[in-house]
């Protein structure tokens, strides 16, 4: 896996450099004075994947568009447990939020997200493709060790079309029947149960697309915290960009 960053404006890079410190500092405060195994508790590596990898991300917040790309971050750790998104990094997208559009010590948005090393090389074994991706594409900004992620086996055609059809049977389905559900509250003027049960229905939906197109999604991991649509890969290189972080009504159903 490629380690330069050197394709990056001096900008981005220095960055990047204190969204990693961010990252650190916050994770070791959650970890707190951990005793037995969790005293071993610790981050592996973090990989930059996306369009900062790849090249041509969109840096315009200036202008009529206004977009920015974000700095999409993979951090693996070595215990399930660390990958709490309330437990141990919660604080860590409160300060990289505030120094984003409070202090304005970032000037890149920052999208990451935590996954233990099995559950990687669990992904890279099944052939998923937005593992697949980030070990093809992704920049190691961190390693605590020489460790190498597993290889990749992709999947069969067959296979990958079997496997994208049972998730559209299962998740499909569950979107329409509660689009149905959003609709019959509607029309009996309950409209506040017909917006939730539409957003519901609009989460299905999104959940669906990333399992069919990517056999991965962050949103079951993620429903406590409200961040319901991290970026992903789709396997045609084109990008699912992620909802907003408005999601917390959902997320506390």
């Known amino acids: 896996m490629r380690t330069d960053i050197d394709h990056l404006p001096p900008a981005k890079q220095r960055d990047l450099e204190r969204v990693l410190q961010i990252l650190f500092e ?7 004075n951990p005793t037995g195994d969790r005293r071993l508790g ?8 996306g369009s900062y990898a790849r090249g041509g991300w969109v840096d315009e917040p200036h202008t009529a568009k206004g977009y920015q790309s974000d700095f999409d971050l993979l951090v693996i750790v070595n215990q399930k447990e660390l990958t709490d998104r309330v437990a141990y990094w919660q604080r860590a997208e409160e300060r990289l939020m505030l120094e984003l559009g409070v202090t304005k010590t970032l000037r890149t948005p920052v999208n990451f997200i935590v996954h233990s090393l ?7 074994a099944h052939g998923r493709y ?10 190691a900004l961190y390693q605590a060790d020489d460790t190498e992620l597993h290889q990749p086996k992709p999947k069969a055609p067959a296979q990958a079309l079997a496997l994208a059809h049972e998730y ?5 389905p569950a979107s329409a029947g509660m689009l149905e559900t959003s609709k019959f509250s509607a029309q009996q003027g309950r409209l506040k149960d017909a917006a939730f049960l539409m957003h ?5 939906l999104y959940h669906c697309v990333l399992l069919v197109l990517t056999f991965y999604t962050p949103l079951c991991r993620a429903r406590h915290n409200g961040v319901y649509a991290e970026r992903a890969t789709m396997p045609s290189g084109r990008r699912i960009t992620r909802f907003s972080w408005g999601f917390e009504v959902v997320g506390s159903a």
Do not use: C, H, P
């Open 42 to 49: 610790r981050i592996l590596k973090v990989i930059l994947y």
């Open 200 to 204: 519901q229905a609009t989460e299905r």
């Open 130 to 139: 937005f593992f697949m991706d980030i070990a093809r594409d992704g920049i």
């Open 26 to 32: 916050e994770f070791d405060d959650a970890r707190g």
């Open 168 to 172: 559209f049977e299962e998740w499909f």
């Open 118 to 124: 099995q559950e990687v090389n669990d992904g890279l």
